[in-house]
């Protein structure tokens, strides 16, 4: 599925931004089948899985933002969303969507997120 980010900016620590993510072309019962993630690279840094959501709706974080963020989807409008909220210097990263349903991998153009301290 083709993927189309959103939401990035500049925001201060302790400030929040919502990044979306949707798949324009993909049709309703495609979309809904896929688990969806949102990844980050920082600077010099590798890639790491920040939030996921399956297909059936189950939800996981890396560590550094449990209780700060949310990963949600929308299947009806073919969207999934990352809120972030209390922001921090650490945080900042070009973030991806990705989608995944079987042997399909998928990404997004990738969205510039910078937290200044």
């Known amino acids: 599925v083709q993927l189309q980010a959103s939401g990035g900016g500049l925001v201060q620590a302790g400030g929040s931004l919502r990044l979306s993510c949707w798949a324009p072309?993909?049709?309703?019962?495609?979309?809904?089948?896929?688990?969806m993630a949102w990844y980050r690279q920082a600077p010099g840094k590798q890639r790491e899985l920040v939030a996921q959501?399956?297909?059936?709706?189950?939800?996981n974080y890396v560590d550094s933002v449990k209780g700060r963020f949310t990963i949600s989807r929308d299947n009806s409008r073919k969207t999934v969303t990352l809120q972030m909220n209390n922001l921090k210097p650490d945080d900042t990263a070009v973030y991806f969507c990705?989608?995944?349903?079987?042997?399909?991998?998928?990404w997004g153009q990738g969205t510039l997120v910078t937290v200044s301290s």
């Open positions: 990705n989608a995944k349903e079987g042997s399909s991998d998928s």
């Open positions: 072309r993909a049709i309703f019962s495609v979309f809904s089948v896929h688990d």
């Open positions: 959501i399956s297909a059936t709706g189950n939800r």
